[in-house]
């Protein structure tokens, strides 16, 4: 099966629907499901059952089993958002952290990707991606699409006003963005996706891990005369 193929057509790129409460006991519902029984263990009827309406709601709502994954994990990256603004706004002068140098605008971000790995099931999200994107490909697409692709494009967007600033010095923002994003989760994710126990007991704590991953990234980004962490 290819992606959007079913019943409802999806959602333009970029369209939010309005959640309505019974949305949002569907979507939970169909959290719960998905992590625990994977996509093929989950269907309309269980999803329905779980969040207690009928499977006519889910369906008017949604109109498949595709488009409730899709907006299932549409609302699970809806919390980094929540993140990055919280974690962004002391990091400034200004309201929202517009006047933020480079090593608060990194380390702030570095933050939502800790609180995100720590405080949702993105670590239980990547694996249930990992493991059925061989067999359905589409849905490590709509985690790239509806995620990871617009966390990188914001963060690249953020590298690039400061080098407008002349901040940074960085001749590709969106391979620095990635660079940085791969120094903080090969420490802080992939060993807990993996189940890498004894390296994620053994392995150095949050804080030195963003720590050196912020050192290295100025090492390499800012601009001369920019100041890097002491």
């Not at 919390?79 to 990055?84: D, I, L, V």
């Not at 992939?190 to 007991?201: L, N, Y």
Request: charged share 30%; hydrophobic share 45%.
């Amino acid at each position: 099966m290819t992606a959007r193929t079913e019943d409802a057509p999806a959602p333009a790129p970029g369209a939010e629907r309005r959640r309505s409460a019974s949305d949002l006991k569907i979507l939970r519902a169909a959290k719960e499901l998905f992590l625990a029984d994977r996509y093929a263990g989950v269907s309309l009827e269980r999803v329905a059952e779980r969040a207690g309406v009928s499977r006519q709601t889910v369906y008017n709502r949604f109109g498949s089993k595709e488009a409730v994954f899709r907006e299932m994990v549409r609302d699970h990256w809806a919390a980094f958002a929540a993140f990055a603004e919280q974690d962004r706004r002391p990091a400034g002068d200004g309201e929202d952290g517009e006047d933020a140098g480079a090593e608060e605008v990194l380390r702030a971000f570095a933050r939502s990707l800790r609180r995100f790995a720590d405080e949702t099931d993105q670590i239980l999200f990547a694996r249930l991606v990992v493991a059925e994107s061989a067999r359905l490909p589409w849905i490590a697409d709509e985690f790239h699409r509806l995620g990871k692709g617009p966390v990188v494009a914001a963060f690249t967007e953020r590298l690039d006003a400061l080098v407008r600033a002349g901040r940074l010095h960085c001749p590709d923002t969106r391979l620095a963005a990635r660079q940085f994003m791969g120094l903080v989760q090969e420490f802080l994710v992939w060993p807990r996706v993996m189940a890498f126990t004894e390296e994620t007991a053994e392995g150095p704590g949050p804080d030195v891990v963003i720590d050196e991953a912020v050192r290295t990234f100025l090492a390499r980004y800012a601009a001369p005369g920019e100041v890097g962490p002491a």
